[in-house]
């Protein structure tokens, strides 16, 4: 929690991710050879005996050799592991039994058969399967993993919010994993009413889960997967203060307690090693955080591989050595100095521990990466619409935070659906991240969210966020969560509507590209078939009590206070007509896009089609904002309509002053939709542009 006046109180543990406020050691107390004792009484064990040497001011011995506890391995950094073949001397005990036990046994190329032919062999001759369950602790032995899991973890209310008297409006239930976010809005008559907004995720965690709980939850099953040449990442993304930093700081250390434990274990004697690295995005633009934040520089060879240049990595045996290194790099973290909260993050932090291991046992050869875990604290998510209160320095970090968080939900939405092209190149940090979007990966995204009145909106457009990076997936929650309205449905005032659909917006994307006769839906007909269009046309139909739902996410608005008197104007459920809507576009986009670079005359080059999608795709969610913008200063102005009204009711009133009012309203309206209408156009503009390639240069 904030401590008093709103600022970070920075507790003995926190430091991970940090910024320089944490800067300076001296909250841990070593024990030799036998771990470290936090002053608040965990411990880390040190998996090795020996001490390793102390890291300071980015001094570490470069090119150590391989058997001290550290080792920097400098220069370039080849991001693409993801190549990696496993080294011909694998058939060691071990492995195989690991990769069935994890479930990650089948994920070796078809091409490798030699590889697959001697870890039979190993599994049959050398490593009897009950030897190895008596090696392997009970939580090792985890089930496969989904391939994207998004976890949602919600704050306690903290001392600033409480003085404030802000109420926590999120409610969880028990071992549920769905949220109801309460949201108190204002009729136009100015009574108060409440929106329920209701969502499901893979896991909903509440303010009394622990750090050690959420680890459980998100990285631990992810890690021995790594051991065989998985890619694993994990993201924390929300508002600035909603718990990013205090729920991304302790997993790191977590996890590499659990993999120097694999690799001095079941995996002894195989030559794997471990590497961490740090460094952060701001500004679009690379720097180190184990080196003074030197600027790095990112290139891609030939067969695109991505490499960071100058990243320096070490390689490092023990807890002990990562906790400093994390220490050193999060206290170079850059915070930034405007807006509301000066201590907020305004820079993606990424910290990866790559798993290596030796070729041959040769230590001159350089290792061979193997698999890699990556923790990325994103920049507060708020900061993407920081375009135009602050300077110009502030406006262009804004919009580059703004681009790599949509860029980064487009990735993991297509990764999730399996989708052959992954729009990586949207921005610096999915390119950096490339390599965990191809081939065998596990992604796992924690959206952090504040229970307070006041972050309301914050609150719903994190959810939002979260929600369309899996709603559409295949195994995603779009279908299990249909049950899930039926309750709800029961428990309002009045039917739903007929035309209420009950579509998972993935049937709906097949229901359009089917009826196309082309392999794609013409523009019209994408139009036309929108669903929420549909709802949109009806919206003034609407009654108090009603209910809308779409495949996850429920509309119930209960009345606070009745008989005001714009009862009868239709207020619009922005949350479902967000929802089901944004995601079925977007996917119906990227299809168009898709579709129309597989045929034309004149072949896009894949940067061109990137830049194409991520343009339209940030263009149509600007429209889709300054639409929900008209649409709030447009009830603004009808109170502003109906007090002048009123008082020009009253007798003796001022026909000076309520022409003069109506004149500006009225000059306020107009402008509003003339601006929306210009925005449309240009958006329809694009969107046809892109169409008429399509047709002209069709068969
Ligand atoms: N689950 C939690 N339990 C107790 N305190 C929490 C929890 N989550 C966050 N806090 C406290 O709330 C405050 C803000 O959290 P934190 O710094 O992690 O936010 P953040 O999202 O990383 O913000 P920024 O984007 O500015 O870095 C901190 O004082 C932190 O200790």
Not at 85 to 104: H, R, T
Not at 677 to 698: D, I
Request: net charge negative; hydrophobic share 35%; with cysteine.
């Amino acid at each position: 929690m904030n401590g008093g006046g709103g600022r970070r109180r920075y507790s003995s543990e926190q430091f991970l991710f940090d910024g320089p406020a944490n800067a300076g050691a001296g909250r841990w107390a070593q024990q030799r050879g036998g771990g470290v004792r936090r002053r608040d009484g965990e411990i880390f064990v040190s998996v090795e005996p020996a001490t390793p040497a102390r890291l300071r001011g980015g001094d570490a011995p470069a090119g150590e050799s391989p058997g001290k506890m550290q080792q920097l391995s400098p220069g370039l950094l080849d991001l693409h592991a993801f190549d990696t073949e496993l080294i011909p001397d694998f058939q060691v005990p071990g492995m195989y039994a690991a990769s069935q036990k994890f479930g990650y046994g089948e994920v070796l190329d078809d091409s490798d058969m030699s590889f697959a032919q001697n870890k039979q062999m190993s599994k049959s001759t050398i490593f009897p399967e009950n030897n190895y369950l008596r090696a392997f602790p009970e939580k090792e032995k985890t089930a496969p993993v989904a391939k994207i899991k998004v976890v949602v973890r919600k704050r306690p209310l903290n001392k600033k919010e409480i003085s404030k008297k802000e109420e926590d409006i999120i409610d969880i239930e028990q071992r549920s994993n769905s949220l109801t976010v309460h949201e108190t809005k204002l009729k136009v008559d100015l009574t108060e009413y409440v929106e329920r907004h209701e969502f499901v995720f893979d896991a909903v965690l509440d303010e009394d889960v622990s750090n050690d709980e959420v680890y459980r939850e998100t990285v631990e099953p992810v890690v021995p997967a790594i051991f065989n040449r998985t890619k694993a990442t994990c993201f924390a993304y929300g508002q600035t203060g909603s718990g990013k930093t205090y729920t991304m700081r302790p997993l790191p250390l977590k996890a590499s307690q659990d993999i120097l434990r694999l690799m001095h274990h079941a995996y002894r004697n195989q030559g794997f090693q471990l590497f961490v690295s740090f460094f952060e995005i701001y500004g679009g633009k690379l720097f180190d955080l184990l080196n003074d934040r030197s600027k790095l520089c990112m290139r891609e060879d030939g067969k695109q591989k991505v490499c960071i240049v100058g990243l320096q990595e070490y390689r490092v045996s023990d807890v002990e050595t990562i906790k400093e290194l994390i220490e050193k790099g999060s206290a170079t973290r850059s915070t930034g100095t405007t807006g509301a909260n000066e201590e907020s993050s305004r820079s993606h932090a990424i910290l990866q521990l790559a798993i290596k291991r030796r070729v041959d046992g040769n230590d001159s050869k350089p290792p061979r990466p193997v698999g890699k875990l990556s923790f990325i604290d994103l920049a507060g998510s708020e900061r993407g619409a920081d375009t135009t209160d602050n300077d110009k320095q502030t406006r262009i970090e804004g919009a580059e935070i703004n681009k790599s968080l949509l860029a980064l939900k487009e990735c993991i939405r297509a990764l999730d659906n399996d989708q052959t092209h992954i729009p990586f190149r949207g921005s610096k940090l999915t390119e950096v991240l490339r390599d965990s979007f191809i081939g065998d990966s596990r992604t796992v995204m924690i959206s952090c969210i504040s229970p307070s009145s006041g972050s309301c909106e914050h609150t719903l457009n994190t959810l939002r966020y979260a929600d369309r990076v899996k709603s559409l997936s295949k195994g995603g929650n779009a279908k299990k969560d249909v049950p899930l309205a039926a309750p709800l449905r029961e428990s309002c005032h009045s039917p739903l509507p007929s035309f209420v659909p009950s579509f998972s917006a993935s049937e709906v994307i097949n229901d359009i590209t089917e009826r196309s006769n082309f392999g794609w839906p013409k523009q019209q007909q994408f139009v036309k078939q929108q669903p929420a269009l549909a709802f949109a046309d009806r919206m003034p139909k609407l009654k108090e009590g009603v209910e809308f739902s779409s495949s996850n996410d429920v509309y119930v608005k209960e009345q606070r206070s009745k008989g005001g008197m714009a009862s009868n104007i239709a207020e619009v459920p922005d949350i479902m007509y967000q929802q089901g809507r944004q995601a079925v576009r977007k996917t119906v986009l990227e299809n168009n896009m898709r579709d129309s670079i597989a045929y034309p005359a004149r072949r896009a080059q894949p940067d061109e089609e990137d830049e194409h999608l991520n343009d339209l795709l940030q263009e149509e969610e600007d429209l889709v904002n300054a639409h929900r913008k008209q649409l709030e200063e447009t009830l603004d102005i009808l109170r502003e309509e109906m007090n002048i009204l009123d008082e020009a009711d009253q007798p003796g009133n001022q026909l000076d002053d309520y022409v003069a009012r109506l004149s500006s309203i009225l000059s306020q309206k107009a402008a509003g939709i003339v601006d929306l209408k210009s925005r449309l156009e240009q958006f329809q503009r694009r969107l046809n542009e892109n169409n008429v390639l399509l047709y002209a240069e069709s068969p």
